[in-house]
């Protein structure tokens, strides 16, 4: 079964940072792409970043490029994001997410997201 359980959330102001951490079991880690999307109130769930299994190869978001930085350890099967220059519209639970049907993100486009975990909140105020 696979499982993805999310940790960093939290209350920032504008222009702070947050890192966000994704625990993930049940599953072979290294051989899937994995990332993150967020859902706010009122909102589109938007996919933000995703991340190949070996290569390093991403996807960001327009509205996240420059600022936000993911990454993973195989070896801890666990993937990150780091946000920084956090503003009012980056407030939104943000869910890890398996892409269960590729291992390299596809370029311009980015992942398939099929299970997530249960999310985090983060809230920027301003």
């Known amino acids: 079964e696979v499982q993805l359980v999310e940790s960093g959330g939290g209350l920032v102001q504008a222009g702070g940072s947050l890192r966000l951490s994704c625990a993930a079991s049940?599953?072979?880690?290294?051989?899937?792409?994995i990332g993150w999307f967020r859902q706010a109130p009122g909102k589109e769930r938007e996919g933000v970043s995703c991340i190949s299994s070996s290569d390093g190869s991403t996807y960001y978001a327009d509205s996240v490029k420059g600022r936000f930085t993911i990454s993973r350890d195989n070896a801890k099967n666990t993937v990150y994001l780091q946000m920084n220059s956090l503003n009012s519209e980056d407030t939104a639970v943000y869910y890890c997410a398996l892409d269960p049907y590729r291992g390299t993100v596809v370029v311009g486009y980015g992942c398939d997201f099929g299970s997530w975990g249960q999310g985090t909140q983060v809230t920027v105020s301003s």
């Open positions: 049940g599953f072979t880690f290294d051989d899937y792409a």
